[in-house]
């Protein structure tokens, strides 16, 4: 089943505008991360953040975690053509304790970056 | 390293034959996955190793899959005999450390008419 559900299912923007991805989820989590999928190709890791953390960066990613409404977000900031892919949250639901290793996935968001 | 690494990079076969789909995962990682990704479905785990054994198989949808890792740098996924709703691309991705995430492969398209 799914654990992860992102919104919206399709982005689709100009180069240079941000781009936010949002994700739910049910059970407590160990940590959260970031995926990205160019077609035709495996996926890719971006980011990850953990349930002690609220908002990670890393170059022009920005991931938000809240996990008192089981959620996260990701912002791409500064757009660019290139970063048109499919972008999957995915969950690790060990618990503070430690993780599991096992991500559960969820089915992504299109992003499209027009030029 | 070359990361992980799968083979073959598509494959067309017919209903009943035998599939076997093969990764390499990267040297050191002592996690191994396999995935399924569909449209209706999206990702799935079917199976993951640790230390070359299996801990949790309970995503493989029937006893015509099979998956075997004989050693750290080698993995089986096996159909036998294959169905067209097998029809995905299968993943396999392998892990070191949980602070870092998965390494995926380049995945195998299956096709079976």
């Known amino acids: 089943s799914q654990q992860g559900e992102e919104d919206p299912q399709a982005l689709s923007i100009q180069e240079g505008e941000n781009a936010t991805m949002n994700c739910s989820y049910k059970?407590?989590?160990?940590?959260l991360q970031w995926y990205r999928q160019n077609s035709g190709r495996g996926l890719v890791h971006l980011i990850l953040?953990?349930?002690?953390?609220r908002e990670k960066h890393s170059g022009r990613l920005r991931v938000t975690l809240d996990t008192s409404k089981k959620s996260s977000s990701l912002l791409i900031t500064a757009s660019r053509a290139a970063d048109t892919a499919s972008y999957f949250c995915?969950?690790?639901?060990?618990?503070?304790?430690?993780?599991?290793?096992?991500?559960?996935f969820g089915k992504g968001t299109l992003l499209t970056v027009n030029p | 390293d070359a990361g992980v690494i799968q083979s073959p990079r598509h494959e067309v076969t017919e209903m009943g034959q035998e599939v076997t789909l093969r990764c390499k995962p990267i040297?050191?990682?002592?996690?191994l996955f396999w995935y399924r990704q569909t449209m209706m479905r999206g990702l799935e785990l079917l199976i993951y190793?640790?230390?070359?054994?299996?801990?949790?198989d309970s995503g493989m949808p029937e006893d015509r899959f099979s998956a075997k890792m004989p050693n750290a740098s080698f993995s089986t996924l096996k159909i036998q005999p294959s169905e067209p709703r097998d029809s995905a691309v299968y993943f396999c991705?392998?892990?070191?450390?949980?602070?870092?995430?998965?390494?995926f492969g380049s995945g195998t398209r299956l096709t079976v008419v």
């Open positions: 991705a392998s892990s070191g450390d949980s602070n870092y995430g998965y390494t």
């Open positions: 059970t407590s989590i160990n940590n």
């Open positions: 953040i953990r349930s002690n953390e």
């Open positions: 995915a969950t690790d639901q060990g618990n503070s304790g430690g993780s599991n290793y096992k991500l559960t």
């Open positions: 040297s050191g990682h002592d996690y």
């Open positions: 190793f640790n230390n070359n054994v299996p801990i949790d």
